[in-house]
Nanobody, 124 residues
Framework: VQLQASGGGLVQAGGSLRVSCVASGRPFSSYGMGWFRQAPGKEREFVAHIRRSGHTYYADSVKGRFTISRDNALNTVYLQMDSLKPEDTAVYYC???????????????????WGQGTLVTVSS
């Protein structure tokens, strides 16, 4: 599976942005999809996950502000980011994994495929 993320950019605090990730290769609907982010000088961290069933999970830091969704017909996963804060500034990565279970979906090591990342910068 190849993943291509896009949609990053510069936005003011309080604004919104949507990043997308298009998958190609094996059937997209077979995968659980996740978004992670990595800020300068920090480790990569879990942001959100959407299961094949459509169930969603979020990091506490983004719950209520970010929404993950998927369109299996378009092989695309989205991350809608609202009420953005300067601390949301990071490179955002999409990832795909098979056979994922609830206890591991927040771990980057559980994912099999990664996109190249897209930079989101939130100015204060």
């Amino acid at each position: 599976v190849q993943l291509q993320a896009s949609g990053g950019g510069l936005v003011q605090a309080g604004g919104s942005l949507r990043v997308s990730c298009v998958a190609s290769g094996r059937p997209f609907s077979s995968y659980g999809m996740g978004w992670f982010r990595q800020a300068p000088g920090k480790e990569r961290e879990f942001v959100a996950h959407i299961r094949r069933s459509g169930h969603t999970y979020y990091a506490d830091s983004v719950k209520g502000r970010f929404t993950i969704s998927r369109d299996n017909a378009l092989n695309t996963v989205y991350l809608q980011m609202d009420s953005l804060k300067p601390e949301d500034t990071a490179v955002y990565y999409c990832a795909a994994g098979e056979g994922m279970i609830l206890t591991t979906l927040r771990r980057s090591s559980a994912y099999d495929y990664w996109g190249q990342g897209t930079l989101v910068t939130v100015s204060s």
